[in-house]
């Protein structure tokens, strides 16, 4: 089981930036593909970005590819998403999440694992 904790969440105003922070422990943990989800007010938890500990595979939702960057220290354990260009939509609470594969995250259904969600206010 891995156990993740997001930081870096906060408030911010539009056209600004903020990088969040995925730190994973547990077992096996590189064995694991890993994301962001992100819930907006009101609505359904929905996919933003994944990758994988080995390799340098990225997946990004459409309608938020150049402006959001994910990336990760494998060192650290740790899994970064940059965001760029922020706007007051963006406002939601994030949440690092993971599964059996990069691919797998972008299947909310395959997560075996969720942080416990940071917010992120984009004001205008």
């Known amino acids: 089981q891995v156990q993740l904790e997001e930081s870096g969440g906060g408030m911010v105003q539009a056209g600004g930036s903020l990088r969040l922070s995925c730190a994973a422990s547990?077992?096996?943990?590189?064995?694991?593909?890993m994301g962001w989800y992100r819930e907006l007010p009101g609505k359904e938890r929905e996919f933003v970005a994944a990758?994988?500990?080995?390799?340098?595979?990225?997946y990004y939702a459409d309608s938020l590819k150049g402006r959001f960057t994910i990336s990760k220290d494998n060192a650290k354990n740790t899994v970064y998403l940059q965001m760029s260009s922020l706007k007051p939509e963006d406002t939601a609470v994030y949440y690092c999440?993971?599964?059996?594969?990069?691919?797998?995250?972008?299947?909310?259904?395959?997560?075996?694992?969720w942080g416990q969600g940071t917010q992120v206010a984009v004001s205008s």
């Open positions: 547990g077992h096996t943990v590189t064995s694991y593909g």
């Open positions: 990758t994988t500990w080995r390799g340098g595979q990225a």
């Open positions: 999440a993971a599964g059996p594969t990069a691919i797998s995250i972008m299947d909310i259904t395959r997560i075996t694992a």
